[in-house]
């Protein structure tokens, strides 16, 4: 049953306009075809009247009635006399794929997201273990954090232009925990959440659990505020998660004018926007920063969620959320369910590295940069048609499969030594199958045999599963 709704002028921006080319009714279908399968319309919404889209678009409803018969018959369109039509996924689509990684070390994992520690670690490991016994004759219980981490993320975000204080900062066990306790506090079974598609697969999985009805925003165009703003307002959303900064998998980063909007749109419809910035310190190229989504923020409805783990090291598993006072000492008292402090030691780690970050991030931009390009011309080499932007941050490129299925290449890739995740994962109900996120974090020369393998694999893919036309 459809949840949604489109009107047929924005439609018709989102198809480009009327159909240049003929058949048009196959120009038309071709469109729609690709606006579900890349997320950027979502399922189960009820698309505007033939009459309606003829007239926006100039065409003759005849033509349009044709697109629709054609995808109904593909599978991308269902209709119900008297309900109207609604996108849908044909039967058999591939669905949300999981792949552990083997014990096998040979394999070159291109799941993982994550650098290795910066240069200088092990001397901050070693100043915080001088700093630990000042922390041993109390409990080492602190459900706020220490006070020193508190006020150097506070300290971070002032920087950044969000002046904060210690007070609005609750130290977690990584951002992961800080996004569960926020969808502990605030969503209830049933409730709707908007989601960017794609979007971090574990975010997902988080508020899968919560009984969260999802409410995608396709952001493979970037982010149409129009569109955002009419999910939230139609399904009455409660909450949403957007990653704004380098946004993943896309890389994209939002425009300060978007995030305003996205803010006041948040109002409008009565929600409080959970802005995930763990990859807000990863830029790579020299390019205008946008102020973090709180700046925009006038009644306390961003909740803000970061982490030591892309622009320091995953394995401090040190993250944090910034809201009012009120709501972290809120988050405090409901993570007592769950734990009842971070580790000390981390936190005193995380302290140090936090004390170098401009040196720690200049020179991840440097290796970033340089393994970014050794991917880039990797692939135009290997794999010529597969189509991609070059991010300017971030730690990953976001890769379309012409005619290709990543659920079926992830599957073979496993037999040429190589681990990925298809692009089902990062969406919702089982989209984006053709596309395929592909990190740069590894050194340059891995990366280029990471494609060697791709490639092979690729051709494995192709023989054994070839694709409907359904889906070119």
Known sequence: MSTRTINATTLARLLGGAPA???????????????????????????????????????????????????????????????????????GTPAQARH?????????????????????????????????????????????????????IAER????????????????????????????????PGDAVLVESPTYPHALDALRRAGARLVPAGVNAGWDLELIAGGMRQAAARLAYVIPDFQ???GRLMADEDRAALVAAARDAGAYVVSDETFAELAVDDVPRSRPLAAHDTDGRVISIGSAAKVLWGGLRIGWIRAGQALVRRLAEARETVDLASPVLEQLIVTELLDRIETITADRRTMLRERRGALVAALRHECPDWEFEVPPGGLSLWVRLPGGSSTALAAAAGRHGLHLVPGTAFGVDGVLDDHMRVPYVLPPDRLREAVTRLAAARHDAHAAHPVPRAYV
């Open 157 to 188: 975000y002032t920087v950044r232009g969000v002046p904060t204080l210690p007070e609005q900062i609750l130290v977690t066990t990584g951002a992961q925990h800080a996004l569960c306790l926020v969808v502990q506090a605030f969503v209830h």
């Open 21 to 91: 080319v003929r058949p048009y009714y196959a120009a038309i279908g071709g469109g729609l075809r690709g606006l579900v399968l890349d997320g950027r319309l979502p399922l189960r919404t009820r698309l505007p009247a033939e009459r309606d889209l003829a007239a926006v678009l100039g065409v003759s409803r005849t033509t349009v009635t044709a697109a629709y018969d054609a995808l109904r018959s593909e599978g991308f369109v269902e209709s119900r006399q008297g309900a109207g039509s609604w996108t849908a996924l044909p039967a």
């Open 100 to 152: 552990e990684l083997a014990g096998d070390r040979t394999l070159i994992d291109l799941a993982c997201v994550a650098p290795a520690a910066p240069a200088g670690f092990e001397e901050c490991v070693a100043a915080a273990v001088a700093e630990l016994p000042r922390h041993t004759g109390g409990p080492g219980y602190e459900p706020l954090g220490l006070a020193g981490l508190r006020q150097a």
């Open 248 to 250: 993943n998998p896309t």
